[in-house]
């Protein structure tokens, strides 16, 4: 925790460029500094704290995002414009594990793209061209996050 205080514009420059960022309070409570481009779903109604407050109540925050609550990513601001988010680290296992190309792309393009419920009650979507030929698939928890992890 002191250690991402102290460091703090560094990790919030990383996750500006893509990197995420894991923060620990106390050893049992987890979170991490993403990208904003990595939070999935609606970001309206979600918690909103400015970089610099974020800093001086990093521990409070922490323990919020990675609570038994498990209320949602909390996004950071600078200058009201939101540039990263902090989320409980177990969230990390939920993001497509790859980036494939995007939905709407794939229907652009003439493709179709069929959702199912999986064997462990998740979703899978799948991707096919005109001739009916696999050309990515992806998976979640529901059909929100099957769609935007589609890869091939």
């Known amino acids: 925790m002191e250690e991402a205080r102290a460091q703090w514009g560094s990790i919030v420059r990383a996750a500006r460029s893509g990197i995420t960022t894991l923060i620990t309070r106390e050893r049992y409570e987890w979170a991490a500094l993403i990208p904003l481009s990595e939070v999935y779903g609606l970001t309206t109604g979600l918690p909103?704290?400015?970089?610099s407050t974020a800093r001086g109540r990093l521990g409070d925050l922490v323990r919020q995002t990675a609570g038994p609550y498990d209320e949602g990513p909390v996004l950071l601001t600078r200058h009201r414009t939101p540039v990263a988010a902090l989320i409980a680290a177990p969230r990390l296992l939920d993001r497509p594990a790859r980036r494939g190309p995007d939905a709407d792309l794939l229907l652009a393009r003439g493709?179709?793209?069929t959702l199912a419920r999986g064997p462990l009650d998740g979703i899978t979507a799948i991707a096919r061209d005109r001739d009916g030929h696999e050309v990515a698939a992806g998976s979640g928890r529901d059909a929100a996050t099957a769609l935007r992890s589609l890869a091939h």
């Open 48 to 51: 909103v704290v400015s970089l």
């Open 111 to 113: 493709h179709t793209i």
